[in-house]
């Protein structure tokens, strides 16, 4: 431990700190076990990934920065009143003053592979019945793996559910949601010409009551 390094809340519940580690790819967490500490984690996103790495969140495309990251998780630790222990004194800084852009966690992201290729996934963090309920009421979608799914000519629909939700589309799914807008707007509609379902009789009393002539056999 780096005391140079470390940040104390005014009422502290551990003389430990928390360890909190960035890089571009990914924001760790280290400390002892404790419940409230992992509930805070687990809330952020953050997955166990054995001892000697502890907790991970992964950055991605749609994360934010690792600073903003790492900077969020230790604000909410101490806020909690958990030590940390960072070495960017930047990090600390925005830790500090709250200065950060919180993560956000609704998304629409494009399905790149698989059977569901092509198709709209919505993803968002933490378990909420409601939010996958109304999702489900989407036409066209389907719980797969994780998410919901939507297929991607619904995307009228999908971008009203995502307006009302705070839900984001990531820069592949933007594209794929102007293309198949464009492709919609533009394709060809044609009317079809009306035809008559052809009348055929289906009994003698149909036979008798037309102005057709009658078979022979069949007249009384």
Known sequence: M????VLFPESPVSKIPVLIEADPQRVAASFEYNQD??????????????RSTGWVKKITSIAGSPEDRAAELANRLLASGFPVEIESPEIRRKAVEGDFTPEHTRWILKI????????????????????????RRLPGSRWSGNSVIVRPECYVELEDFAQIFEFRFAPEAQKMLEEIRE???????????????????????DVLDSDAEVLDDLKD
Do not use: C
């Open 2 to 5: 780096n005391l140079d390094h």
């Open 183 to 205: 492709k919609m707007e533009t394709i060809q509609r044609v009317k079809v010409a009306k035809v008559e379902k052809p009348k055929h009789r289906n009994s003698v009393s």
């Open 37 to 50: 500490f992992i509930e805070i984690v687990k809330s952020l996103g953050y997955e166990w990934k054995g």
């Open 112 to 135: 790149v592979e698989g059977k569901y290729e092509g198709w709209f996934s919505l993803r968002w963090l933490g378990r909420n019945e409601e939010l996958y309920r109304m999702a």
